[in-house]
């Protein structure tokens, strides 16, 4: 399979400060990748950096074979990446559908986004049923699903997921991630997902890098990470 994402020697700074020294990852097309790290290793600076978004960024990023450093954020949009940030990024002002809609933006294929409302109210039917609703006012887990609706609406290849759980219920937190997993299953996006859950993470990905102090400090298989004493220790409880 081809690669889908290639970085090397990616540093990031915000100012004067560093946070990023030389990052290097790849991903195959249709993969899920995840990012582990302690708080501020780096992991939502990287997902940044990737879309050349607040944050200032030297090194080579290549989506499919295609540079993308340097690029302003709408053309990393259009090589097909689509960022749900933390803190979800929806206008919550706006309507569900209103913020669907947004997600689409700059897309002309009437009949391509008419389907893709399908396809998201489709995998989140709660959407459907909400879809006049102001964002502000959907649960914590609603507001989720309407980021990740709202990535969907670019068609993208790739999607960078930050902390999805953060702050949900269990068995929000469960829907969601299968959720995800149909996505990248039936749809064939890939999805690079930082996550603070480290089990859950290794749950879903087919390999896994591990940060430290903006470094990424190690690369395998979820059993590969799951093997390594020091991983078992900090993130995995014992
Ligand atoms: P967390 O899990 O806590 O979100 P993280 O691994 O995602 O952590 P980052 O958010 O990327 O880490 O932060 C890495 C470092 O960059 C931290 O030291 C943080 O304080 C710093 N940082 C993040 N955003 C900014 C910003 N806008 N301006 C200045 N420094 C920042």
Redesign the pocket.
């Known amino acids: 399979m081809p690669m889908l994402l290639e970085v090397e020697g990616l540093h990031a700074a915000?100012g004067a400060?560093r946070?990023l020294h030389g990052i290097g990852l790849s991903m195959r097309a249709g993969s899920v990748t995840a990012l582990l790290?302690a708080?501020?290793?780096?992991?939502?600076?990287t997902l940044r950096a990737l879309c050349q978004m607040?944050v200032r960024t030297t090194g080579t990023i290549r989506i499919g074979g295609e540079r993308a450093d340097g690029r302003p954020t709408e053309r990393i949009v259009r090589l097909g990446v689509a960022h749900v940030p933390?803190g979800r990024g929806t206008f919550l002002a706006l309507s569900t559908e209103e913020n669907l809609r947004l997600g689409a933006y700059g897309r002309r294929d009437r009949a391509g986004v008419a389907e893709d409302f399908e396809r998201v109210y489709g995998y989140f039917p709660r959407l459907r049923e909400r879809s006049g609703q102001q964002a502000g006012t959907l649960s914590g887990g609603e507001q989720q699903m309407l980021a990740i609706g709202r990535a969907l609406m670019s068609r993208p290849r790739l999607l960078l997921l930050d902390e999805p759980s953060f702050g949900l219920a269990p068995l929000v937190v469960r829907d969601i991630f299968e959720i995800m997993r149909r996505i990248n299953a039936e749809q064939g996006v890939s999805i690079l997902l930082?996550e603070?859950n480290a089990a859950l993470a290794l749950d879903i990905a087919d390999s896994v890098y591990l940060?430290e102090s903006g470094r990424i400090v190690l690369n395998g298989t979820p059993q590969e990470v799951r093997g390594n004493d020091a991983v078992r220790r900090v993130y995995l409880g014992g």
């Not at 708080?39 to 600076?45: D, E, F, R, S, V």
């Open positions: 915000y400060s946070v790290g708080n501020g290793a780096g992991k939502t600076t607040a933390d930082v603070q940060m």
